[in-house]
């Protein structure tokens, strides 16, 4: 097995945070050509090589078999954050608060800076009403901020996003920003932020279905590969300083 991470740089600092999810594979089968010290060390060896702090959890989800690396580090999790609120989002549609066909408002006063990423913004100059399964796969797949930030209002906001996660029994990724905010001051994606073990640990409640049930598999994104068995999430971003 090769391991390879992507990089990217900031300032000075170079870092790669990478969350990953296994399915099927278990690190002490005899069919694998490596042990588990083995990959410790080829993970160490990789983060010498990035010249900044990298975190990383790896764990087969049916053994519980974990490498981790500066596994309680804090992160900023950039887009990775649609993650949960996506998820808290479909536990209001499990509630039956929320329908994965209402149609809800967007408006130009929704959508994030002009430098920053937004396909509903291009698409819907003027506004727009899209329904809630829409908005998903635009959050999901197209990683739009301003169907992230109405998703995340109609979930309650950032109070009952973290709410949902300490149901979840994960108190170590913190969601305090829409992505306008962030847009405007992009020091506040700092406050947004995860350690390895708790998004390893967010990625197994999906795979034990803790997290969204019922709806589970009818919005599906290929990022985050919510009703896939394998998940595998990256995620680049200098350390936070909380």
Known sequence: ??????????????LVFAVTAISGFSIGDKATT?????LQNQLAQI???AKGRVG???????????VLLNPRDHFRMQSVYKLPIGMAVMKQIDGGKVKLDQRVQVTTDNYVGKDSY???RDKYPDGGELSVKELMEWMLLASDGSACDVLMKLAGGPDAVNAYLKELNIADIVV???EKEISHNHSLQYRNWATPEAAVALLRALYEKR??????????SSSHRLDHATVNVPL???PTTA
């Not at 097995?1 to 170079?14: A, D, E, K, N, W």
């Not at 997290?211 to 599906?220: D, E, H, I, K, L």
């Open 56 to 66: 990383v959890a790896a764990m087969v989800l049916e053994t519980g078999d974990t």
């Open 176 to 178: 305090l920003n829409t």
């Open 47 to 49: 983060a010498s090589e």
């Open 118 to 120: 937004n396909p509903v």
């Open 34 to 38: 490596f042990d588990q010290v083995t």
């Open 211 to 220: 997290g969204p049930s019922r709806n589970r598999g009818r919005v599906r």
């Open 1 to 14: 097995m090769s391991l390879r991470f992507p990089t990217v740089c900031s300032g000075t600092l170079t």
């Open 236 to 238: 680049i971003g200098q």
